[in-house]
């Protein structure tokens, strides 16, 4: 007998500071709804183009080390919260285009889980583009986890849903 596919809930992996409550959110809802985790961050391929393109590829390198690096932290808090590795994607271009690409593969995404940022510089470029004018363009539920809740317990964290 073949197990159906769990579903599975995405988080966008940059060095945002909100990024770890919406890997929280995400891996605690995964757990409770026997769903997994997935993580998405996205590499700039337009590095190696143009006349330097030795170069380029040089910066792209040291950029994929660092993405994988950024990748790795972040899936080791996953994991800590779920006992389970989180799938890991890495897509080529900006991580909206990333992202809808991502998508667009995917058909096991059941939500996206971004966290907005807090304080004066407002909720991030990906939370304020997919909240506003790519919102019909989600194929899938969007959670956008609100920065005040980074202080709650995990407790308190999963029972928001």
């Not at 073949?2 to 995405?10: D, K, T, W």
């Not at 800590?80 to 900006?94: C, D, H, M, S």
């Not at 995404?109 to 909720?123: H, K, R």
């Not at 990906?126 to 363009?137: E, N």
């Amino acid at each position: 007998m073949n197990a159906e596919p769990r579903q599975i809930y995405l988080s966008v992996v940059d060095e945002s500071p909100e990024g770890s409550l919406a890997r929280r959110y995400a891996a605690l809802h995964a757990k409770r709804g026997e769903r997994a985790v997935a993580l998405l961050a996205s590499i700039d391929t337009s590095l190696a183009a143009g006349d330097w393109v030795s170069i380029g590829q040089e910066m792209e390198d040291e950029e994929r080390a660092r993405i994988e690096h950024l990748l790795k932290r972040a899936a080791a808090e996953v994991q800590a919260l779920t006992g389970e590795a989180p799938e890991q994607f890495i897509r080529p271009g900006t991580p909206r285009d990333a992202l809808f690409a991502l998508l667009e593969e995917e058909p096991r995404i059941a939500a996206l889980v971004l966290a907005a940022g807090g304080g004066t510089a407002g909720p991030g470029p990906l939370v304020s583009s997919l909240s506003g004018k790519d919102l019909a363009r989600l194929p899938v539920p969007l959670v956008i986890v609100p920065a005040v809740l980074e202080s709650c317990s995990d407790e308190d964290l999963a029972r928001f849903s």
